[in-house]
């Protein structure tokens, strides 16, 4: 079975609320400024910080090693290994090394958690995918081409899952800093392990936070764009599942996209989780939910799911 961590934040000790991101005063904003300025001035080649930054062609200062995870049998995906002090020094904060979240620094990304795996697993249910079609490259009809966004990314599995599937797949992270040592990395090792020849997808790579995503992947070409939205155990703050969800609005196709989501049903200390969630959705209005399936994990009592979601079939027309 894979790496992945069970799901337990280490909280930071002076910053525990869930508070809006302050970016006038967030040192991590002005080290990324003043970053940018020192690059600029040594004529690399920097993207700006803004709040939903895209990060295009960008190298990793250092590649990871890399260990294997099962999905399923025979369906394995490479991901890297970054250390606590590896974190903390990526992110220019002590705090990371040993705190899984640090609202509105460091939201997680560094490490594998167990709905991607889950997510990667009802992925290929789903796609019927299995060793053998993704190795010879056997078009897997329904993701061949396919858009697909994977939001609040980290290692990026699901995408990749997509990506090795044939699909065009762009990879959202809150920390510029986890796209570009871990999801970048981790989408050139798996991709360098498929059959040659075979037609690869394309991959974009954004920055930020959803309060500004949808805005930005607008003004970019790519509002109403993706077929296929997927996230995993990123509703575990319930005031950023409003930003998820707006954002998702603004970018998923209408009116037969789909998002995949897999989460928790509570993430203990933190409030958020499938229950708040549902809630959201529904007062929201605009999309159905559906249980893909659940997950008891005996040891914490808790429960996982994979959901569905989808704009209502009585839409369709005015899609025509
Ligand atoms: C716990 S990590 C999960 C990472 C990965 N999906 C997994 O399951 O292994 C939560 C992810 O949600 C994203 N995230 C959380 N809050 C966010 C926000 N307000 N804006 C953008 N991304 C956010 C972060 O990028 C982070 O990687």
């Known amino acids: 079975m894979g790496e992945e961590e069970k799901f ?3 909280f930071p000790t002076s910053r525990g609320d869930h508070s809006e991101p302050d970016n006038e005063n967030n040192p991590y904003v002005e080290e990324l400024d003043e970053r940018a300025e020192e690059e600029d001035e ?10 939903a930054q ?16 099962e999905i399923v049998q025979g369906v394995s995906l490479r991901k890297g290994r970054v250390s606590g002090g590896e974190i903390a020094e990526l992110l220019n904060d002590e705090r990371a090394s040993t705190n899984d979240l640090i609202p509105g620094v460091y939201e997680g990304g560094f ?11 009802q992925l290929c249910e789903i796609f019927k995918l299995d060793a053998e079609k993704l190795k010879a490259g056997e078009t897997t009809g329904d993701l061949e081409g396919k858009k697909v966004l994977e939001l609040g990314c980290g290692h990026g599995l699901p995408g990749i899952l997509c990506l090795l599937a044939g699909a065009d797949v762009h990879f959202q992270d809150f920390n510029p800093e986890v796209l570009r040592q871990l999801t970048m990395p981790n989408v050139s090792e798996n991709l360098s392990r498929m059959t040659m020849g075979r037609r690869r997808g394309s991959t974009r790579f954004f920055s930020g936070d959803w309060a ?10 790519l509002g109403g764009h993706y077929d296929i939205i997927l996230t995993s155990e990123s509703i575990y703050n319930q005031e950023a599942q409003w930003r998820l969800l707006e954002c998702i609005k603004q970018v998923l196709q209408p009116p037969h996209a789909v998002v995949y989501l897999a989460a928790k049903s509570y993430y203990f200390g933190v409030g958020g989780g499938l229950k708040t969630f549902r809630k959201v959705v529904k007062e929201d209005g605009i999309f159905e939910v559906k249980t893909l399936s659940k997950i008891q994990d005996a040891a914490s009592g808790n429960v996982r799911e994979v959901l569905e979601l989808r704009f209502p079939e009585s839409i369709a027309p005015y899609f025509l």
């Open 212 to 221: 500004h995503l949808g805005e930005l992947l607008s003004s970019k070409g």
């Open 111 to 121: 490490k594998l958690w167990e709905g991607a795996v889950d997510l990667c697993k």
């Open 54 to 69: 895209e990060l295009q062609n960008k190298r990793p200062d250092k590649v990871p090693s890399f260990e294997e995870v």
């Open 8 to 10: 337990a934040f280490n």
């Open 42 to 51: 040594e004529e690399v080649e920097y993207i700006e910080y803004d709040p």
